[in-house]
Nanobody, 124 residues
Framework: VQLQASGGGLVQAGGSLRLSCAVSGLSVSNYAMGWFRQAPGKEREFVSAVSWSGGRTVYSDSVKGRFTISRDNAKNTVYLQMNSLKPEDTGVYYC??????????????????WGQGTLVTVSS
């Protein structure tokens, strides 16, 4: 199983990025998917999650209204559209898959598979 996150980069504050998580070795339609991030010197934190169908989504308070999670089960890919980026959004972003497919979970412990991360740097 591989989760390949991409789309990170350097962007100015107020800009946008779209992260992708391409999954191989499993069918994402059987999994809820989540995004987490880890800033330098900080603990990993929850960003957003989506249930298997896309019908349930959840966001951390810090990104609500600015980020949008979506998924394309036919392409086995999950996305995170990030708008109005702030310097505090800087970090390595990880995608993850949870077998609790019907729920959009913020608890990292329920995620069985993790990608390698993509770095997002937001300059002020």
């Amino acid at each position: 199983v591989q989760l390949q996150a991409s789309g990170g980069g350097l962007v100015q504050a107020g800009g946008s990025l779209r992260l992708s998580c391409a999954v191989s070795g499993l069918s994402v339609s059987n999994y809820a998917m989540g995004w987490f991030r880890q800033a330098p010197g900080k603990e990993r934190e929850f960003v957003s999650a989506v249930s298997w169908s896309g019908g349930r989504t959840v966001y951390s308070d810090s990104v609500k209204g600015r980020f949008t999670i979506s998924r394309d089960n036919a392409k086995n890919t999950v996305y995170l559209q990030m708008n109005s980026l702030k310097p505090e959004d800087t970090g390595v972003y990880y995608c993850a898959a949870s077998t609790n497919a019907f729920e959009a979970e913020s608890n990292s412990n329920v995620y069985a598979y993790w990608g390698q991360g993509t770095l997002v740097t937001v300059s002020s």
